[in-house]
């Protein structure tokens, strides 16, 4: 999931952090740096995806807005070079120019009087509101008072000169890897507010996200997301809309006042942190949040419900190169929804669940390429799939032995004996028969 973290721990740099001698060590190879893709070379690359793997389905205008520094993470990143230690200007996406605000803070760093303090750090995160504003994250490793000491002049020293930081936390990973909101590797994070809220807002939108939970890094496209998928689907004001892997569960919130009821799911403590947030603070008291993993047994046990029937509008926002897990997208598919959003960055796992979907009667409606994060390469395409009710597919809905119907029926007969059903029979008479 997305608030887990990535780092390889078998690096060089972990020795030179331990003291131990580098002379026998073999040189690092430099790394590999890579021009991310243009625009226009992600174009390309669906359009030959598409046509090789003949997707189906209509794509629609790329969404995309651009991104505006002040809108976007930054972070301040200690590398190695051998044995020296740098801080650098980590930008989210390439060609970027840094705020000031980030070259502000960078500038204190390497005053003397915080040496102690800069050789404790690991990196400070930037988290951007959307609207110019920041919450920090300060991963350093206070170990005796000259770096506790350090640490609290850095502090004094933000909200003194830096209105636009609205929040500060120190945080410390365990094992000691540096800090990703969007990594993947499973990892201990404690942190400790050293001024501000446990959250920040998103934009304008009048919803928020813990500082440790997951978002793009670039905040002006993907604010401007749900308009995007509202537009895309015209939901009923009688529909129901579920949002798997949820995250801060953003999308269902900024959409809730357009269903009659929203829920959203998510496995990660932060999301969960979020999500209830936002449902304790929205307008309309239809959310609810599930803390789960995404599998296939959850789908039977609560579309089974009386409660929970309706027409629904399903939202799967894979994150990173995860697929579904096994059988998730058949368990969705027979719980008959109106609508199957899937949004995935992964072309390979994209062209094998629309092929299973199409195998479970939902034909693809809509294609939506998603350029969230201009300039960095990343690319996202969100599908919209919708059931197959004449047959296109091959399938003919009538001839199904389970209905496609969207509306589920209310009332299920299950254990009913063969023996007590009625049967009534007709023998056509003979040609005699009719003549008399």
Not at 34 to 60: C, M, S, Y
Not at 229 to 247: K, V
Not at 415 to 421: A, D, G
């Amino acid at each position: 999931m997305r608030n887990d973290f990535r780092r390889n721990s078998n690096n060089p740099r972990t020795n030179v952090r331990q003291g131990k001698p580098q002379s026998d060590a073999p040189k690092a190879e430099k790394p590999v740096r890579r021009t991310p893709l243009t625009f226009e070379d992600i174009k390309q690359q669906v359009a030959a995806w598409a046509e090789n793997e003949h997707i189906p389905g209509k794509f629609q205008a790329w969404y995309t807005k651009e991104s505006i520094p002040e809108h976007s993470d930054w972070r301040i990143l200690k590398t190695y070079r051998g044995a020296q230690e740098i801080l650098s200007i980590e930008a989210p996406a390439h060609g970027m120019t840094a705020p000031e605000l980030v070259t502000r803070v960078l500038e204190q760093l390497k005053k003397e009087h915080l040496h102690i303090f800069k050789k404790a750090l690991r990196q400070i995160w930037f988290r951007a509101t959307g609207d110019g504003r920041y919450a920090l994250l300060v991963q350093v490793n206070l170990k005796g008072k000259f770096s506790v000491h350090g640490y609290k002049t850095f502090i004094d020293f933000v909200q003194r000169n830096c209105p636009e930081v609205i929040s500060c936390h120190h945080i410390q990973c365990l094992p000691d890897l540096a800090f990703d909101p969007a990594g993947t590797t499973p990892m201990k994070v404690e942190a400790k507010g050293a001024f501000g809220s446990d959250f920040m807002p998103i934009g304008d939108t009048g919803i928020s996200m813990h500082v440790l939970d997951w978002a793009p890094r670039s905040r002006d496209s993907w604010i401007g997301l749900p308009l995007r998928i509202q537009n895309a689907i015209h939901p009923n004001a009688e529909d129901s809309f579920f949002e798997f892997y949820s995250g801060s569960s953003f999308v269902s919130s900024s959409l809730a006042s357009q269903f009659k009821r929203v829920v959203s799911m998510d496995c990660r403590e932060y999301a969960m942190m979020s999500s209830r947030l936002n449902a304790r603070n929205a307008m309309n008291d239809n959310m609810k949040f599930i803390r789960s993993h995404v599998e296939q047994e959850f789908f039977g046990k609560f579309f089974n419900k009386e409660k929970n029937e309706g027409r629904w509008t399903f939202y799967f926002n894979l994150p990173g190169d995860e697929p579904l897990a096994q059988g998730v997208a058949q368990a969705a598919a027979l719980s008959r929804p109106e609508r199957i959003l899937l949004q995935t960055s992964n072309l390979e796992i994209a062209a094998r669940t629309i092929r299973q979907f199409r195998n479970e009667g939902y034909m693809l409606r809509k294609n939506i390429p998603l350029y969230l994060e201009p300039g960095s390469g990343k690319f996202e395409i969100l599908f919209l799939f919708v059931p197959d009710r004449v047959g296109i597919l091959g399938q003919n809905p009538a001839q199904k032995q389970r209905s496609r119907s969207i509306q589920r029926p209310q009332e299920r007969i299950f254990s009913r004996k063969t023996q007590e059903n009625s049967h009534f029979s007709q023998s056509s008479p003979t040609f005699k028969q009719r003549k008399g």
